[in-house]
């Protein structure tokens, strides 16, 4: 049987990508889980210090990467994002490197936390990690970019616990005033570390925040990764247009612990736990591409087998690759003076 065309299925918001990119988009998600699950196994070894990872947030920011023009718009993502910047580019090998803390790791020489993610080439920034503070970075870096002439949107990522920081605040306030093209991309996954989403804030969500700023909130179902798609792209094109920043909430979840130093049975039922997992957003996207005629039994037992090759070969790659060089410890955490090599004494 030929493939249904998307459109004309009872699911019209696959129209919103070509059939290419939807699968595209399916195989992403599968890689980025595929990664993550091998992170925490790596870590259980002994072979990778600490991980902090994404499982069950997949949907949000692969829609959020397809909305954006990679190597063009700016990119401020967060921990989690393993999806986010595989979708714009990052490379398996890339992020084993991070992971493993080797001399490659593009993100700092294996200097950085693990996952703090950052590509020159993909104008995907590193942070901090002191929590949301990417936010007030996002918005000078849109500043910056529009001083340059430059039509690039900004995303910044962060959980809904970084929206309860200052920063936040200075950020989005900044931002709004000067109609920076800006999406505030929260991927509200129900819970900081321990604290529930109901101890975060005394509004219903974090687009509710947005009408103090005077700027578009909207909250989008994050397991669904057309949905996510749509509002990231209106909220870039807005941004864009000149009408400022936008607040994205994508209401997700995380399936794993905080870190791999977390024990999340303390704070969590495994009632709710069993529950979100029924809202995998990977089984429920696949299930859409079959209903078009977009995917089968056959296709998915190539991808998981190409998919798991390729886990492998990233994790052999970095874990073959060579330590950073014990004398550069130093290297990037002090500016040189060019003097004596004591950057705070600066005696003529
Ligand atoms: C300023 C600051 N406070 C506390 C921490 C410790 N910490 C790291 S991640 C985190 C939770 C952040 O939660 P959220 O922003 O909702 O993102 P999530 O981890 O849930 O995706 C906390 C409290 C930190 N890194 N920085």
Redesign the pocket.
């Known amino acids: 049987m030929a493939p249904r065309s998307p459109a004309a299925t009872a699911d019209p918001d696959l129209a919103l990508l070509e059939p290419e990119k939807l699968v595209e988009a399916y195989r992403l998600m599968v890689l980025a889980r595929a990664l993550d699950e091998r992170m925490w196994i790596l870590q259980r070894q002994g072979k990778v210090p600490f991980v902090?990872t994404?499982q069950g947030?997949e949907a949000a920011q692969v829609g959020a990467a397809l909305a954006l023009r990679a190597g063009h718009d700016i990119v401020l993502p967060?921990?989690?994002d393993i999806a986010l910047v595989l979708a714009l580019g990052m490379s398996p090998r890339e992020l084993m490197l991070s992971a493993f803390a080797r001399a490659a790791d593009p993100n700092s020489g294996g200097r950085q936390m693990p996952n703090h993610f950052s590509s020159r080439r993909l104008r995907i920034l590193t942070g901090s990690?002191?929590?949301?503070?990417q936010i007030p970075h996002a918005a000078g870096a849109a500043l910056a970019s529009r001083l340059r002439g430059e039509d690039s949107v900004v995303l910044v990522s962060?959980?809904?616990?970084?929206?309860s920081?200052g920063d936040f605040h200075e950020g989005v306030n900044f931002a709004a005033i000067h109609r920076l093209p800006v999406v505030f991309f929260c991927?509200?996954?129900?819970?900081?570390?321990s604290?529930p989403?109901r101890r975060?804030m005394n509004v219903e969500g974090v687009a509710r925040r947005a009408a103090g700023y005077g700027i578009a909130g909207v909250a989008v179902d994050g397991q669904d990764l057309l949905a996510v798609y749509r509002a990231v792209a209106e909220a870039a094109e807005r941004g864009r247009g000149g009408e400022g920043p936008t607040i994205v909430e994508a209401l997700t979840y995380?399936f794993v612990p905080?870190?791999s130093d977390d024990d999340d049975r303390i704070y969590r039922s495994a009632d709710e736990m069993a529950e979100m997992r029924r809202r995998d957003p990977i089984p429920a996207f696949r299930e859409r591409l079959e209903a078009a005629g977009l995917w089968d039994e056959a296709k998915e037992e190539r991808l998981r087998q190409e998919v798991a090759a390729t886990v492998d070969d990233a994790a052999d790659h970095a874990e073959r690759s060579p330590q950073p060089d014990p004398a550069t410890v130093m290297q990037h955490v002090f500016a040189s003076s060019g003097r004596d090599g004591h950057p705070w004494r600066s005696s003529a």
């Open positions: 902090i994404g947030q967060y921990y989690r990690s002191p929590v949301g503070t962060f959980g809904e616990g970084a929206s920081e991927e509200n996954n129900g819970w900081a570390i604290v989403s975060q995380r905080h870190s």
